[in-house]
């Protein structure tokens, strides 16, 4: 892996190691970073990338087509030959696409030739964005599009995808903060004070679901010490938080039933904008509680 | 099964068909009934299983111990021997003990002999007041009770178990009503209305649960048409309703996510009090909910 | 008065008696009752009322605009003259327009004469279903109209008044409900159960209100032993609700500051249909609330 | 006014400059300044009170008893003679406890001689954490004390009332904050996000209230750009908090209904404790809400 790099470095670098630098941030096609080496200086990262992104929205129809060819398949696990750049493998390997159980892997399969059939290229999607129920959903879904639409869809994928990677090999000034954040926040009504010392767990939940993603523990404010999740895009999916109240009212001296009505409060909630700020608040008794999404 | 009779027959009928009629609603102690005989009439069925329990409650110890000592393990599969009565038997396969896992057989097993070993009699529990997690509760707490209070605790369960079935053999006027009650409520808090046609999933759960218990969907005053459990004991245990919101929001034109923030929404809760009146209401917008145990 | 007849009754009634028993139901209109007879027999009272209705809708302009110049103004403090019928003055008197302070008087004066000048008739509107602040805003809002809108406005009103004064004169079967009712529940969220005990005050409030209403106090389901208004229209307005909550908590043993952050809990709302059901239930603990319309 | 002066300034000065500086922190007490100075340096503003409050607690009850004679009665108009210090003079203006009505007056004075009878000294309180209606009931309390009681009652709010005053006094570095602090939010649940461009006011009620503080608007968080009170202490007391929600959802396209079932929603609560921070969140629909006292 190649060193991080300042904004201010790359400004500066001759053009092969910039590209050498820049040149695999859109999969295999060197040319991008060269096309976008006369914009320099970048006074941001955010502008660097958006000339990238120029330099493929102004590419002839066939260029941008080839380009997207050169994109690996999700979800195969081809052995040898033709192989992914190292951030697509991270990126799948982020999911476990690349350890799929033989159903999932023949329903990739499957998938992956009614896209390739009707598009030419294979499905491009930013993984990072996503859960595999989604990656699923989005898949059946994008494959009835029109050729145009789709072909706009895999661009703005293609945007998601290289923006992250951009990121991740820039330090210093100048570069974007990567927001989706979750967080939470514990209130016990029945005194007006933070739910203190409430043992939460965060949990993707679907049909081929990662499970438990994070336990924390409300601080003396009723919220987590740090977010559930932060500084990354959220997946799109759907998410349980489970909240232990019946162990935090069980020291409070609270009117309560044996078992108590009350014990793990589970709040189901989907995330769709993965760049968003999901703040999921619980305001609860032993006996009822209110979950909603906050700010 | 003896023909349902109504509780001025029982006031008439000859001394032997009282006790045939009645004789089997005490394990195996048609003693008790007989000593019965000399209260009629009763004005209630309520007051028959009084005197029935007074009874009891006044022979000696050693006749209760003998008494309890009649009555059938729970958890076994004994073929042939030691037949219980045809209540029994229903009882106990109400909750599917009389087909039970290996391990949870073993653990029956485990407890029936330690609890025999403590108090020289079988383990006695009204049945169907209890989910399986709360009978192995019970069995677990119970068998460090000392003598005196787990005997006590034993003719409880007895007088739990034989109003239920007393309540079974009667018909007419003079029965009590059998409570128990568990019902919801669903209201749109968007608009101030019902939320109608709302789908609705009731689970018992737990570590050895039975699963989906009821389905409904709400009416156009936001309620099931008949309550989710209704005139019989709510088992001791763990439940979670489930309101699909998402499908009920989709046709409403409210402002939503895709995929929507709620979809489904759990609620999951204990009951403690098998006679008691449980209502789960939910308020929902898209975004947020409140549920509680309500009125 | 005249006595209360039943449905079955009127329809037998010689015709001089019809008309007599019902001839200023329609405010000195005699011909609408005589009209309606020829429909008897009438199977409820909605179905004479509807006939009655009729017989104005199917007259000519000329003769629709003559009955509503027969109806008093509101809000006059005339002596002597041009007497109104006994309805219209139990009407007015119900919401103290027989009895207005000097600006009320001026501004319903001025009301009235620009209303007279655009239309040539009185204003008339159904008082019953209306507080001043509804009357004045009505009253405003309808001097904008055109002609042929406020000749229907004014019918649609005269259907209210006569539907009320029908109701009003008949008893027995066949006669329809009034609807309109005012509810409230209060649930002590700490607890889980009914808030019993509850002091319940309900206000007027505007910038020309009645104050309060109707005190009342919880009973062992947190409900008022009858509703807060039931079985008549609630007036179009706005109405505060107030729960002395801090007695309520006083007595529970519940975590609380002094003095306590809850004590008096105001719920303001309005009510728009006369004839609908509102229930305004309180969800509670000594440190939050959730009020809303229920079902 | 004497100018302000840092920590590190009162350090340093002459004697008679200190006490010129602190002398009157203390009502017409420069004795308490002066035996003070021999502790000098002091590290915090606090440590500088805490010392000051030192000698007054060491000195003997005579002198203590002498120290409180010295102090103004509250809620008199007296001219000419016996002037209270700037300091007090502010406080008590503050409350318009300067202009009084000739009830509330009267009410004073008759407290004042009661008070004053019973402890030899007047009624002392930290005007500034008070409103009106809570300086009458803790006076009305506090004279039902015994005298040591009230002693140390008295230089309870002695303490209060001085570290305000020196606090007043002193800038830079080692000066503690004076907390206390009044917040909300508004939340729309229809959609999930803050209700921006709510209009809010709260005012103080009670019998003898000021009304109106402060007016605000939500900003697109939902919250006021700045607390509602902040940095002060919250005079303990009962409010309401206005917010015009029945504006907001004119503009929202949610179902509302006309007139809107909420237009003006009224929080009313009482604040218990002056240092501490009150956020009294709002969630809200055009049918329900939620308040409470959030963190």
Redesign the interface.
């Known amino acids: 892996m190649h060193a991080l790099k300042t904004l201010a470095e790359l400004n500066e670098l001759p053009r092969e190691d910039f590209v050498a630098s820049l040149g695999d941030v859109f999969e295999k096609a060197a040319w991008i970073a060269e096309a976008a080496l006369a914009a320099r200086p970048f006074a941001t990262v955010a502008a660097l990338h958006d000339t990238m992104m120029h330099v493929v929205r102004d590419a002839s129809t066939e260029r941008q087509l080839a380009f997207l060819r050169d994109h690996p398949e999700l979800g195969t696990r081809r052995a040898g030959a033709d192989p992914m750049t190292e951030a697509s493998k991270a990126e799948q390997g982020s999911l476990g696409l690349d350890r799929l159980s033989d159903p999932e892997f023949a329903r990739f399969a499957q998938l992956n030739a009614a896209y390739r059939q009707r598009f030419g290229f294979p499905f491009i999607i930013c993984v990072r964005r996503h859960t595999r129920d989604?990656i699923f959903a989005q898949f059946e879904r994008r494959t009835h599009n029109g050729a145009d639409a789709e072909l706009a869809a895999a661009l703005e994928e293609i945007g998601f995808i290289t923006r992250l990677r951009l990121v991740a090999k820039i330090e210093g000034p100048g570069k974007p903060k990567t927001t989706g954040r979750l967080s939470t926040?514990a209130?016990d009504?029945?005194?007006?004070?933070?739910a203190a010392g409430v043992e939460i767990a965060l949990y993707e939940i679907g049909t081929s679901a990662h499970g438990l993603l994070v336990k924390a523990r409300t601080n003396a404010?009723?919220r987590t010490d740090s977010p559930l999740i932060a500084d990354q895009p959220l997946r799109?999916?759907?998410y349980?938080l489970e909240f232990k109240v019946g162990d935090y009212f069980a020291g409070s001296g609270?009117?309560r039933?044996?078992?108590?009505?009350?014990?793990?409060?589970?709040v189901?909630?989907?995330i769709?904008?993965p760049e968003g700020h999901y703040h999921v608040p619980l305001?609860v008794?032993?006996?009822?509680?209110?979950?909603?999404?906050?700010?």
């Open positions: 989604s926040h209130l009504i029945t005194c007006g004070r933070p404010d009723g799109i999916g759907t349980e609270s009117a039933s044996n078992p108590s009505f009350l014990d793990v409060v589970p189901r909630f989907s769709a904008e305001l008794t032993p006996w009822s509680y209110i979950a909603y999404r906050g700010s």
